[in-house]
Structures are given as C-alpha cells and as structure tokens.
C-alpha cells in the first residue's frame, strides 16, 4: 500500500516535474550542475545616493526596521547596526559554516534551528524601509542602507554560505532592490555597485529556474519575476547577458499565471499568505515595467491576476485587515511599504486591484492606500461591490455572508499538492472576529509542530481513528490526496445560504458537511460512517472566557450546541495550539466531541 501510494502521488505530482527535481539533486551531488561553475566577486558600495529632490515629504513610511530588527512581521529586538546575518535570533545558535558553498549545506539542521530565521533578514525588507526616508531626504537613512548593504555583501560573497542557497530568497532581495531604486528615482541611472549585486543574484537564479518551476508553486513565481525585473534593468544598462534572462523571466511570468493561478482566482499553494505572496510579486513585475518602457504583460496573465485579486478579497475582513489562518504560511510580507500589521492584508489587495481591475477596493483613506502613494499610482474611480457569498470551485472554496457573520468553507480540489490535510474545513467568524479558527503554521523545520500544525487535528473538521485525512509521505509532501464528492457549491433562499460537500479517505471513512447560515444563526451538519473506532469533531475556539452547559458551550457572543444521534462519548474542552505569526504560537480551546459510532452530528451557533 505505502510503495503503491508514493507511485499514485508522484504520478499527481507530475512525472515531469519529479524528473527535474531529481535531476537537479543529482547534478548537485555529482558536482555537475552548471550553478556549481558560477563565479563573480563581491561588490562594494555604494549601492544608492541620496536623490537630487527629495519628494514623498508627506507620506508615511514604513518604521519596523527604525532602531530595531523586525522579523516575520512581530519579533522586535533594538538595535542600530546591521544584523548578524548568521546568527538565529531565536536561540542566539549561529549557523555552522558560513564559507562553504551553498549546495554544501543541509536544508534543515536541528542543533541550529529553523534556517528562516537568518533568510528572514536576508530577506532585505529593511532596504525598502530606509529607501522610503532616504527618498524623504533622510541622508543618515542613506548611509545606513549603504552601510548594511556592503555589510552583507562582505559577510555573503558570491555564492558561498546558507544565505545563497535557496533561489527565492535571492529573487525576494532582487525585487527589494528593484523597488528602493524605483522609489528613489535611481531606476535608469543606478550605481554599478547596485547592478553587479543585482547581476551576481541573477546568474544564480537562472540556473536553477526548472527546479523551482518544478514546485508548482511560489518559487517558480518570484524566481520569474527577479529574472524579469532584474533582466529589464542590467539590459537597459547594457549587459549582453541580460537580454536572456529578460526573456525567461517574462515567458514564466505568463506560463505560471496560468498555469497556478485557476480560472476561479485560487492558487496552487491553497494558502492566504503564500496567495500574497504571489500577487505581491506580480505587483512589482507590473509596477516596475512601466519605468522601462517595457511592453505590456498580456490579457490572459492580467485576466488571472483579476482573478486572484478577486479571491483574496473574498477572504479579507475590511474593518481589520485580517484573514484565515488558511494553509501554510512562512511569514513572508513581500512588499512592505506599510508598518501595518503583518495579518493585514489590505495593502496588497489594493494596490492588485488598483493595477489589474482599475478599481479600488477599500473606499476609505486608509493606510492601505500608502503603497499607492508612494508607487504612483492614481487611486481609481470606480469602486469594487462589497463582499459577498462567493463560489470558488476550481480551489475547493465558498465564502457565505450573512449581516454580519463569515464562514469560510474548505473542500479538497487537489490539483497541486496540498500543504495541510484540512478537508471540510470551517473558518467563522461574527463582527469582524474570527471565533472558529485554523491553526497556522509555525516552523517548517520543528518536526513535531509540522505534525501537528499541518495536520487534520489542528483544523475545525473530523478526524477519523487519530489519523491525518492523508497519509504523509515527507516534510511538505501527503499522499493519497482527497478529491470532494457531493458538492453543492451554494444556494440561497430568502436570507438562508447552504453548502455542502464530502469526501472518502484513503482508508474508506467518510464525511459529508453541510453548512446552513443564516442571519443569526450558523447550522453544521457532520454526516461520518466507515471509521474502525472513533471519530472526534473539533471546534478550535478564540481564546476567551469560554463556559460548558450540558452539550453547550457558550461566550459572551455565540452559544455552540452540538447534538448527536450517535451517543456522544466526550464532550471536552481542551488546550491547542495556533500560530498567527511564523514561528510564534499560543494555547487556544478547542472544544472536542467524540463518538464511536456512524452517524450525524448537528453544531448549532448562534449569536
């Protein structure tokens, strides 16, 4: 069973795709992979000067990185000089080697700790930071980014130690630096110094493009789009290699927009941030062209972003920004031009849908606005209709609105692998708080956090005999990936909205869920037969004062009754776990109802 489930899922992960990444590791081991022969010397500053005519002299700017270290959007620790690019802030252990080239070094290293946590300073989201005060005519933020920049280029040289080693991370710091010339009005007249860094990251990303095409995901996005921003920018300067890497990046900008990104608007990733991501870095794609001259990207690739501009305000609550704790989630904020909070999602919507639908999303003068601001760009006239229950059937989505009540409903439609065995999934939330929630992500290098995290027990759903819904098969990787049954995507009568959809795991259980919200009222329904022992629904709660009558459950808000006609044999409140911000987690209740026998449970919220 366990041979025959590997051959199912790398025939799901496309064979194609298996064959390069094995290729690629291969060529890696042997020591003939044509990255290995790549060479170039560090450049020295400086990298930026300060403008001629300051402007942007009334906008807010982004102040995380004043006076201190901001990592993963929450962890803040003062400090004035540049960061030590190989040190774990979280446990102060330092990274072994820091000289050997990068193919060299392991991905995961337990004795150091989650190898994000130097990638995250690496990252250069500081340079868009003090880009925006030096664009103000901030000279000491002037000498300062110039100072961390050849601080990093000393301590990083071309292309040895873990800060080399993953190809996304460099094309993240090409757009950063892409953006703070653009911001700085240094775009056509750059610093060499600026264009050999820039140059030394694109002859490491376009070697490895069909490996990071291969994870049908956001690598094979940002690596597209360094090349193409990078490409445009040392073409017009003259490099004759650039000419090459203008062309990939765009051909993959285009074939990746369609490819990943469904007619619906979802995202290969099934993943609110890493879908911030994405966008996020077609943003930058699309708003740096224009500088250039270059031609536009075409209708099918800007009808997609549409799309997923569309599905990401679906998800976001207006008032506050916030969104689903859905799927995984590294802490990446990849264009932060705000010092708004990480979970608020506003900005990017904004600027996406102000880019590719010309309308503005949001019609106060918020913070979300800033971006626009500072890009550029007019805020159009023309206004997106509010929120409203939505179908999103390519992704496995619906989104149900009443008055003030939201429920996001989750159902496997597996085209991409899944990152989180969430099927049947029930986001909800009242007044703009979420009561029923995910739990996030945490570390992708804690193996017991990835357990649990990414597991079935850490969602609202069923889980059948204490085992994930499917089977893992590695790190990132289940197989057996489930596909929805019975579904019935939405309908409405009068102010009552139902939906419903089911699933049959790998080993034979079943789980049918039917949503029925109404303007005071939320009605699930749990249809479960074929289990072997027991099967326990979970209600994961937002922390608060939380009170057990008899089978309900009950705040100062909502009241959560569950019957069943099956005999309940636990009616449990217990301690989990959620993890808002990466590598940041909390105790939340989670209300537990189990049963040894087929049957239907009925949860009934009201409020």
């Not at 990185?65 to 929450?74: I, R, V």
């Not at 969430?422 to 990835?450: K, T």
């Not at 049918?512 to 249809?527: A, G, M, V």
Request: hydrophobic share 40%.
């Amino acid at each position: 069973m366990h041979a025959l489930t590997k051959i199912k899922t790398l025939a799901a992960l496309g064979i194609g795709n298996v064959a390069h990444v094995a290729a690629y590791r291969l060529q890696l081991r042997l020591g003939i992979h044509p990255v290995q022969r790549i060479s170039t010397t560090a450049p020295t500053g400086p990298f930026f000067r300060i403008p001629e005519n300051p402007q942007y002299t009334d906008l807010p700017y982004n102040r995380q990185w004043d006076e201190q270290h901001c990592l993963f959007g929450w962890h803040k620790t003062p400090a004035h000089e540049a960061p030590d690019w190989f040190t774990n802030p979280f446990n102060q252990k330092r990274f072994p080697t820091t000289n050997a080239s990068w193919w060299m070094l392991p991905d995961f290293n337990p004795a150091f700790g989650d190898i994000k946590t130097i990638w995250e300073a690496s990252r250069f989201d500081w340079v868009l930071c003090f880009a925006q005060k030096a664009a103000q005519g901030d000279s000491a933020a002037l000498v300062k980014l110039n100072n961390w920049l050849s601080d990093w280029s000393a301590k990083n040289p071309p292309y040895s130690g873990p800060n080399w080693k993953c190809g996304q991370e460099a094309s993240i710091r090409v757009m950063h630096l892409a953006m703070a010339a653009r911001l700085l009005g240094q775009v056509s007249n750059p610093e060499p110094a600026l264009l050999q860094l820039v140059a030394a990251h694109l002859q490491r990303i376009a070697p490895t493009i069909s490996y990071a095409l291969a994870q049908n995901n956001n690598h094979g996005t940002s690596e597209a789009a360094a090349l193409f921003i990078g490409g445009t920018w040392l073409h017009a300067s003259g490099d004759k290699r650039a000419a090459k890497w203008m062309r990939t990046g765009r051909k993959f900008l285009e074939e990746r927009a369609c490819k990943l990104i469904e007619p619906d608007g979802s995202f290969s990733q099934q993943s609110l941030n890493y879908h911030r991501v994405m966008l996020d870095t077609y943003c930058m794609a699309e708003v740096w062209r224009k500088p250039l001259q270059v031609s536009a990207f075409s209708p099918a690739l800007r009808a997609r972003l549409a799309k997923a501009t569309d599905w990401l305000y679906a998800m976001v609550d207006p008032e506050s920004g916030d969104a689903p704790n859905l799927g995984a989630n590294d802490g990446a904020r990849l264009f932060p031009l705000t010092d708004t909070d990480y979970r608020d999602y506003r900005p990017t919507v904004q600027l996406a849908m102000a880019l590719f639908q010309n309308r503005q999303a949001y019609r106060d003068n918020g913070s979300y606005n800033i971006p626009l601001r500072w890009l550029k760009i007019p805020l159009p006239a023309t206004h997106a209709e509010p929120r409203s229950s939505t179908s999103f059937p390519d992704g496995g989505y619906c989104t149900l609105h009443a008055n003030q009540a939201f429920v996001l409903f989750r159902y496997p439609r597996f085209r991409f692998r899944p990152s989180q065995a969430d099927a049947l999934h029930v986001d909800f939330w009242l007044n703009n708080q979420n009561i029923l929630r995910d739990g996030g992500s945490f570390s992708y290098a804690d193996d017991e956090a990835m357990q649990y995290f990414k597991g079935t027990a850490s969602h609202n759903t069923i889980q059948f005999d204490e085992r994930d819904q499917m089977p893992r098969l590695g790190r990132f990787l289940f197989g057996e990936w489930l596909q929805a049954e019975d579904v019935c995507h939405m309908t409405k009568v009068g102010e009552t909205i139902t939906t419903s959809a089911s699933y049959r795991d790998w080993k034979g259980a079943k789980h049918h869920r039917k949503l029925t919200l109404s303007t005071r009222s939320l009605q699930i329904e749990d249809h479960i037969s074929d289990f072997e022992e027991k099967a326990i629904l979970r209600w994961r709660l937002a922390p608060g004062e939380w009170s057990i009558a008899g089978n309900t459950i009950s705040n100062n808000v909502i009241t959560l009754t569950v019957t069943s006609d099956a005999a309940i044999q636990r009616f449990e409140l217990t301690d989990g776990r959620e993890s808002r911000y990466y590598l940041q987690q909390t105790t939340l209740p989670v209300l537990e109802i189990e049963v040894t026998y087929p049957g239907t449970l009925t949860t009934m919220i009201a409020w």
